[in-house]
């Protein structure tokens, strides 16, 4: 099993930025490709980034969050982030992170190729 812990959540005013950290803890955390996911009420899960096992990172992004938000992983500290700037409020949800055992140098996007889930950090985008 990995376990995945997400922070950093809270309630931001728009225009502004918010970093959130997903740690992972009971596997190699080197060999899984992780994502950023989130889901506003009434809508569905949809994704938002993703990052490969490598830490020469290859990276993909939702068109809504491109050029906003960066994701970026440190091996050493388990541990992924998502760097949100220029905030909207339609950027409001639970964000998710995710893993997915993978050596693919491509990041996919259907939040069914992920197995593992952390439990969710709720992002506010409100003035």
């Known amino acids: 099993q990995l376990q995945l812990v997400e922070s950093g959540g809270k309630l931001v005013q728009p225009g502004g930025s918010l970093g959130l950290s997903c740690a992972a803890s009971?596997?190699?955390?080197?060999?899984?490709?992780m994502g950023w996911f989130r889901q506003a009420p009434g809508k569905e899960r949809e994704f938002v980034a993703g990052i490969s096992w490598t830490s020469t990172d290859n990276t993909r992004y939702a068109d809504s969050v491109k050029g906003r938000f960066t994701i970026s992983r440190d091996n050493a500290k388990n541990t992924v982030y998502l760097q949100m700037n220029s905030l909207k409020p339609e950027d409001t949800a639970v964000y998710y992170c995710?893993?997915?055992?993978?050596?693919?140098?491509?990041?996919?996007?259907?939040?069914?190729?992920?197995?593992?889930w952390g439990q969710g950090t709720q992002v506010t985008v409100s003035s």
């Open positions: 009971g596997r190699t955390f080197s060999s899984y490709a």
């Open positions: 995710a893993a997915r055992y993978s050596y693919a140098s491509y990041v996919v996007v259907l939040p069914g190729e992920y197995r593992y």
